[in-house]
């Protein structure tokens, strides 16, 4: 007689309490201490001296990938490099370091977002084995003296649901509102000219862009009363011109990120195509959505 094991691998989610969305206080507290866990400066014109912009955008892009892989929670990957922006500010780090760091930040990230945090282990196959679990051990401890044990960072994701709560959109729309605000905040994570960004502002822009990017705003007018822009910087007490320089420029990166893309799926179809005849299995296999291997910068 055949047995069959009916136990489902359940990953347990946090539900939105609206007791704390529909409190003006909780959306106050989360302004008045958002600063509190910025990067105080630019790290790379005084601290960093073996760290370029670039190396940070490799390996936060790999860090994306790896928590997409992992299906880890949206929290998880702008918490990460909140982590990874304030150590670069206060410790000079070597290049050859920063790939283990960004798996150190994704490790404690997932500790304070996940029921299934994730292991040691796991994070170090992610990096092609280029560094070992009691390695990444020992700088977490280095990392969380840094960062002086204050781990429940302000992230742009607390405060999509304040957000798109306060605006007059339509039920049916605010799933996908939901996923194309989170896309536009982890490309902000991964480009450094967000990294001293106010979370609320990020957050802010990225539901504009959003919502033109949809084009909800444009399909009735009148149930905005003031323009989309302006009823958002009231929800945050942003400028109005800050908040449109900020949307702006989140829609460039999404425009440059795309052409990005597009550019790298062209090469590497000439590269399928190529007069060797080489096939996938011949390609780099940083280039497989699930990206093992070693940045090596």
Same mark, same amino acid.
């Given at each position: 007689m055949e047995l069959l094991c009916l136990e489902m691998d359940t990953i347990i989610r946090a539900r939105p309490d609206p007791n704390l969305l529909c409190d003006d206080r909780v959306l106050q507290s989360l302004l008045t201490i958002e600063e509190r866990f910025l990067p105080q400066y630019s790290y790379f014109k005084g601290v960093q001296k073996d760290i370029q912009p670039f190396m940070r955008r490799m390996v936060a892009t790999w860090m994306l990938e790896v928590c997409e892989e992992q299906?880890? *929670? *949206?929290?998880?990957?702008?918490?990460?490099?909140?982590?990874?922006?304030?150590?670069?500010?206060v410790v000079p780090t070597k290049k050859c370091n920063l790939q283990l760091l960004g798996a150190v930040c994704m490790f404690l990230a997932s500790k304070l977002k996940e029921t299934r945090p994730l292991t040691a282990e796991k994070l170090c196959i992610y990096t092609d084995n280029s560094i070992r679990p009691q390695e990444l051990l020992e700088w977490e401890?280095?990392?969380?003296?840094?960062?002086?044990?204050?781990?429940?960072?302000?992230?742009?994701?607390?405060?999509?649901e304040h957000i798109v709560r306060r605006l007059p959109l339509p039920e049916d729309?605010?799933?996908?509102?939901?996923?194309?605000?989170?896309?536009?905040?982890?490309?902000?994570?991964? #480009?450094?000219?967000?990294?001293?960004?106010?979370?609320?502002?990020?957050?802010?822009?990225?539901?504009g862009a959003a919502i033109c990017g949809l084009q909800l705003d444009s399909t009735d007018q009148s149930q905005w009363g003031d323009s989309l822009t302006d009823l958002l910087a009231k929800i945050t007490n942003t400028e109005v011109d800050v908040l449109k320089e900020c949307q702006e420029q989140i829609e460039r990166v999404l425009v440059s990120s795309l052409r990005e893309g597009r550019q790298q799926q062209? @090469? @590497?179809?000439?590269? @399928?195509?190529?007069?060797?005849?080489?096939?996938?299995?011949?390609? #780099?296999?940083?280039?497989?959505?699930? #990206?093992?291997?070693?940045?090596?910068?």
């Open positions: 299906k880890c *929670e *949206e929290e998880v990957f702008p918490l990460a490099m909140n982590y990874l922006d304030r150590f670069l500010a401890l280095v990392v969380l003296g840094k960062l002086k044990w204050n781990l429940a960072a302000v992230t742009p994701n607390d405060f999509i729309k605010l799933a996908l509102i939901r996923k194309h605000v989170q896309t536009f905040i982890a490309l902000c994570a991964t #480009d450094f000219r967000f990294a001293m960004y106010p979370p609320s502002m990020i957050a802010t822009g990225s539901v062209q @090469q @590497q179809q000439q590269t @399928q195509r190529g007069p060797s005849g080489k096939g996938l299995d011949e390609l #780099d296999q940083s280039s497989t959505p699930t #990206d093992v291997r070693d940045v090596n910068l």
